[in-house]
């Protein structure tokens, strides 16, 4: 089906810079949008960025102008720019893909296994 490669995650100082990547691959006919999502420890998930294959992007208020989420149609990738990172934003980023597959009708969800964030202060 698909699966979902995260990397870009480590360790930074309050108010540095990390780039995540998220590379999709197998029987892909087509990824309708592709997100990221995070959950910090003993809280649930939460969207941070999603993207559509238009480019149409949805922030989460607490990231809005920090983090830019961006997309390669053609490598089937993600991206989430995080700039200004505030310990706050610590926590597991999970990438995401709405996705049609090869044999298979409608679309589906598909995660990744995550990448660590954690910014000291």
């Known amino acids: 089906q698909v699966q979902l490669v995260e990397s870009g995650g480590g360790l930074v100082q309050a108010g540095g810079s990390l780039k995540l990547s998220c590379a999709a691959s197998?029987?892909?006919?087509?990824?309708?949008?592709m997100g990221w999502y995070r959950q910090a420890p003993g809280k649930q998930r939460e969207l941070v960025a999603r993207?559509?294959?238009?480019?149409?992007?949805k922030y989460a208020d607490s990231v809005k102008g920090r983090f830019t989420i961006s997309r390669d149609n053609a490598k089937n990738a993600a991206y989430l720019q995080m700039n200004s990172l505030k310990p706050e934003d610590t926590a597991t980023y999970y990438c995401?893909?709405?996705?049609?597959?090869?044999?298979?009708?409608?679309?589906?969800?598909?995660w990744g296994q995550g990448t660590q964030v954690t910014v000291s202060s």
């Open positions: 197998g029987s892909i006919v087509s990824i309708d949008a």
């Open positions: 993207i559509t294959s238009e480019d149409i992007t």
């Open positions: 995401s893909a709405l996705a049609r597959v090869w044999g298979f009708a409608g679309v589906d969800n598909y």
